[in-house]
């Protein structure tokens, strides 16, 4: 299927375009930037609520935004992990007083979040955990838990004011049961500590995060205890839809500059090189499709392995580019933008980036291996795979 903007969305997209020009200039930070999308409404478009600070907009206009933000070379959000994984989740099992007292912060751009899922020696298998919360009376407030674990590869923990964390409330349970859903403030010293990963890109967008007996509120378990499981299973499914229309147009303006490159050294005259870039153009535009197919309504989404073909199908398509956009440079592919420094240590440009980065595409937001076992026993009805023990 495709969208029919209609002369409204067209007017919006002019709006969202002029905003966008005259706001970008003099940017300030990364947090001052959240603030300023806040402050125009522009955090909460897709939720099933408003009067959180938000304004609504219908899905035409959702796909208007992500895109003119995508093309407009705006920075990376900080805060979308809270608009976009947690708002939307606590609209769904949160209670009255949970959505009062955090989807405004997350409005007006002044509360950002990470998510503490994934742990050492589980990877994407997240019915691992073993990260525990325990009641603990005397942890400040009545009820409250004291959290205990590790996470890892926890995206923009070193930025976030608060961790939606899985944790194991019931002593003994293994697997999906016995997990509940808790809302953590970061700012704990000595309770929560965070030591940035680093990366092949030489830079730290992951994390590790140590909870030593962090106090969440009784208050701040999201649907219940015991219940874990169900509501993260829900978040995860938020996962998708618009903004993988906007990571698209990233998508494309990339390939654009591979393009570009292989024109430019000559490589595209390479009829191996040709094939590989057109393959690449034709599955970005079907991806698109199916994007926009799984947004079409009720009955379109293609079932419970959707969300994890599209993974498979983005994952493995960016690090191909990846692979491409080093192919076409040639030698020049392994020299540095610029000479080594002891100050800069590893420049590097942005095809190489590129490729570094790509790597892991396949792995966060759960593995290739763990995309195929939901497809195979949830869309499939294939038989699940041997667990081990406890």
């Not at 009255?96 to 989807?103: G, N, V, W």
């Not at 991806?287 to 419970?304: D, E, I």
């Not at 942005?350 to 980065?357: E, G, P, R, T, Y």
Request: neutral net charge.
């Amino acid at each position: 299927m495709d969208f029919a903007f209609g002369p409204e969305d067209e007017a919006f997209r002019r709006e969202v375009r002029a905003w966008l020009g005259e706001h970008l200039a003099g940017t300030p930070g990364r947090r001052g930037w959240e603030r300023e999308l806040g402050k125009a409404g522009w955090i909460g478009l897709g939720w099933a609520e408003d009067g959180y600070g938000n304004r609504r907009a219908d899905l035409t206009r959702q796909v208007v935004w992500a895109e003119e933000y995508a093309r407009s070379g705006a920075p990376a959000r900080s805060g979308h992990i809270g608009e976009n994984l947690l708002a939307p989740t606590l609209i769904a099992h949160g209670t009255p007083e949970q959505k009062r007292r955090f989807l405004p912060p997350v409005a007006e751009g002044r509360e950002l979040w990470c998510q503490g899922y994934s742990e050492p020696g589980a990877g994407s298998d997240l019915a691992g955990v073993r990260t525990t919360a325990v009641r603990d009376a005397a942890a400040g407030s009545p009820g409250a838990y004291r959290v205990t674990g590790q996470k890892i590869w926890t995206s923009l923990a070193h930025e976030a004011d608060w961790c939606f964390v899985l944790a194991r409330t019931e002593p003994g349970s293994v697997r999906h049961r016995g997990l509940s859903f808790l809302l953590v403030a970061m700012d704990q010293p000595g309770r929560v500590e965070v030591r940035p990963i680093r990366q092949l890109t030489g830079t730290s967008d992951f994390n590790e995060v140590f909870f030593d007996g962090a106090v969440a509120r009784a208050g701040h378990v999201v649907g219940g205890e015991g219940e874990g499981w169900k509501v993260a299973m829900s978040l995860l499914g938020f996962e998708r839809g618009v903004s993988t229309l906007a990571q698209q147009i990233g998508f494309a303006e990339e390939l654009g500059r591979v393009l570009r490159a292989a024109v430019a050294t000559g490589a595209a005259r390479d009829p191996v090189v040709r094939d590989r870039l057109v393959r690449l153009w034709a599955e970005l535009r079907t991806m698109r499709w199916n994007a926009l197919r799984t947004l079409g309504g009720p009955g379109s989404a293609g079932g419970p392995g959707a969300p994890s073909a599209a993974k498979l199908l983005w994952g493995g398509w960016h690090r191909r580019l990846g692979e491409v956009a080093v192919q076409v440079r040639g030698a020049a592919a392994a020299v540095g933008p610029r000479d080594w420094s002891a100050a800069l240590p590893y420049e590097l440009d942005a095809s190489q980036h590129l490729f570094l980065f790509s790597r892991a595409d396949t792995i966060y937001g759960g593995s290739d291996e763990i995309q195929r076992t939901i497809i195979a026993e949830r869309a499939l009805g294939l038989p699940k795979e041997p667990r081990g023990g406890p």
